[in-house]
């Protein structure tokens, strides 16, 4: 008798856990819908390529910014942004040209896979994303990620992550889903990054 307890708790938790990691996957999918990420690649490690790599950053956040001020949902977003790649390509080599950089810049769209990353005013879990890509010279350094759409990255507090939510359709509990924080959802993310390894194993 006692076994059978023991696994009718452990059934009921496999249950509840796998039901849990469902939810937690089919929300970032949702999240993904809703969201344009941007992924900067500066050309080297170096303290001035680094630096560049951010200036560029803001070069890029204000280009798109301004290209998807109408936009009301991620699918118009990425239809502009992609119509636009030239100009926000030009708008970043702008930036290494007035510096007297020889660097190329080379701007695309797609999808990329993404680990969980916890900003001061909210998180995204980990998964594919659609992204706009910048590349600068040889590409070799580090990465900065945020999201290009809606405009998160602007978002200093959370009251303003939540407007900026609103305006790219996040629902309420998608909105307290990446505003939870680190300490509140930092189970959930580690199995979704779990989950996430799992379906790249078996496929």
Known sequence: MKFRII????????TAYGLFAAESFLMQRSLAEKTVRLHVVANSDSEADQAQ????????LQEVATLTKD?????????VIRQNLGAIEASTQRVLTDEGSAYAVRVSLGTEEFDTRYYETFTL???KYPALRVRIGAAEGKNWWCVVFPSLCMAATT???????????FDETET???TGGEEKYEFRFKTLEWLQELFSWVS
């Open 176 to 178: 307290d889903f990446i």
């Open 71 to 79: 936009c009301t949902d991620a699918a118009q977003a990425r239809t």
């Open 159 to 169: 009251d303003a992550v939540e407007e900026y939510a609103a305006v790219g359709g």
């Open 125 to 127: 879990p980990a998964g």
């Open 53 to 60: 790599k951010l200036r560029v950053r803001d070069a890029v």
């Open 7 to 14: 696994l009718w708790v452990a059934l009921v938790a496999l």
